[in-house]
């Protein structure tokens, strides 16, 4: 509660939403499809929603025959009933004549009468959105006449469907209250009472990382899923609609990742076409995985439906549910319950991906880390960190068994050596893969009865950050809802048969983050990412870079209008010297030989720099490297007989 000026008598006001530490580093940012949650049934007028609200303030209108905007009720079958009612609580004459004039300006055009029934049919079909989530939106500028351009009642639709707009959440049921991610629909998009549905990607990465222990994430919705029976083309079109099929900027739907064409192959998908764009510099022509760029504190970024969109297509139908019952036998004269059913989601193979959806995934993967990188240019997102699960895949003599996936990257063009097109290798410290897929007490409702497991990796590395700094290997870290693997892998040979590669030797526990069973319980086994640098293969030396980064990039703000001289890089030395000593006392850095240096000044600067206003400072540092085991040798064939057995005898 704030109170920004002197009112008679008490008064509540919103208060602005709370901003992260800026070097906060366990916040994920999630792109998905998932349906917007649909309102229950209401009969007659009902409180006016705040997009209406809004868009009524916007045109001066504050309250509506004396009372405030929020205690209105109002009809929104048609916008004749919506006047009508609008108009039947006004007071005087003089303001029912003017909120006519505006009514008739601004909804009773014929171009505008479409786009405000649209609006209006928004309104009451989808799930009423909180104040505070459409003053968060507003603060950050995504509202018409801010970063919505085009139409004013098209712009409130787009809000009221929260499409392609980063919405930050606190809690899982936050989440669960404003998107139907548990009503995914099996035969058909349009999903009817009695239809069969299961949990979408999305929402079951994000109840995995709360329940994992992540505090706050980020979503940005880019449109409805598609069914599971549709056809592999049309399932990636769900998330990657081509721009000459219709779909534009503001329409249901838009990419996760702008400029994916899709290359077509007796109805799947077998690569794509053309280069990666850079993203987009203005936040008015973001979409998809772009929007981080208007995040700071994000740390963490997940694409849940990637495998979904390269799977193969599912054949047949639902199978029908096998109902357990018991023996006959006399009991008390109770109420029956009804048998239980297997759920949906365990009756439906999981996704898996044949060769061609694998390489189309892969390359998937090579586009998102192309826009975080931003090659070449200082806009970009190099701090932030990609998480995704390696997929499950069919049968096929080219595709490796699970615990076999090692010796098949090591031999397949793009995942541990180069092909003929630069760049086009799954080598960065800035990617990380989770495998195997997990059993939890909740994954009945995902398709197969599996969950991906980068959602609990993502949460696992955000309570390591909250707990102990994301400088620290998350390797050990309990899993709090682990039940089980799939596929089920032969846990001692995947940590400690290493098998020979263009990178040395690696087992898979170095190349993937394994999550599995322990003698202390169900961990997190490694905690590794896809570099191609032993030095940053542990994933906590390239998060403690990832921190530095964002400190420089904060000083950079604070800074960015002060006079390019002596007294700013005296500055700018002190700011992130002050940042490596707290680093260093925390452990994050080696004690051995110099741990880090700060370099700003005519050594790191050219007069050429200096007159362009632009500052350059160099940062070395020595990361801690985390232990990733230990052996401990028994020997027993020399130590001889123990005295007390001695004596005994």
Known sequence: MSITRLR??????????ATSHPLRSDIACFVGTVARR?????TGPQLLPVVLQRWLVSHQVSSVGGLPLARLRV??????????????QSGGMDERSALTNFLEKHTASSDQQPLFASLLQACRELSPLPEALVEDLRQREFHPGGLLLGNELAAWTRVQRLLNLPVRLDSFEAFSSLFAWDQRGVRDRTVRPADPVVATPLGVALRAFFGEGGRRAWVVRTGDPSALFESAVSRFAACFPEADQGNEYDTDRCPQL??????????????????????????????????????????????????????????????????????????DCVAEVAPASQPTG????????????????????????HLLDNPGRAHARRDVQLLASLPLLGDGRELPAPSQWVPWMARTPGWLRSTSVADDTLLSDRLQLAYPWLITADSADAQGGVEAPEGSLAGVLARNALERGAYR????????????????????????????????????????????PSPLGAQLLSDVSCSADPRTRQAAVRRLINVVIQSARRAGDDFAFEPNGERLWARVRERLNDLMRSLLNAGALSTDGTPYSVRCGRDTMQQRDIDDGRLI???ALQPAQPV????????LRDAGTAPVFANAA
């Open 75 to 88: 009809a929104l079958d048609t916008p004749d009933r919506f006047s009508q009612s609008l108009l039947a």
């Open 617 to 619: 400072v160099q940062i």
């Open 473 to 516: 290997s998350a390797a050990t870290r309990p899993l709090l809802r682990y039940q089980d693997s799939a596929p089920a892998l032969p846990w001692t040979q995947v940590q400690q048969e290493a098998t020979w590669t263009p990178l040395g030797a690696l087992t898979l526990a170095e190349r993937v983050c394994l999550l599995g």
């Open 258 to 331: 702008p400029g994916i064409r899709r290359q077509v192959k007796l109805g799947m998908p077998v690569g794509l076409l053309g280069s990666a764009p850079p993203p987009a510099l203005s936040a008015t022509d973001w979409v998809g995985l772009e929007h981080v760029y208007g995040l700071a504190e994000v740390s963490f970024a997940l694409m849940p439906d990637l495998v979904d969109a390269c799977a193969q297509p599912l054949s047949g139908d639902v199978p029908p549910a096998e109902v357990t019952s018991s023996e006959e036998r006399f009991v």
């Open 346 to 369: 365990r009756r439906l193979a999981p996704p898996r991906l044949n060769s061609r959806g694998l390489e189309v995934w892969r390359q998937l993967q090579l586009r998102a880390l």
């Open 38 to 42: 649909r309102a229950g049934l209401v």
């Open 628 to 635: 990733q085991r230990i052996v401990v040798v028994l020997n």
């Open 8 to 17: 008679p008598g008490l008064s509540f006001e919103l208060a602005a939403p």
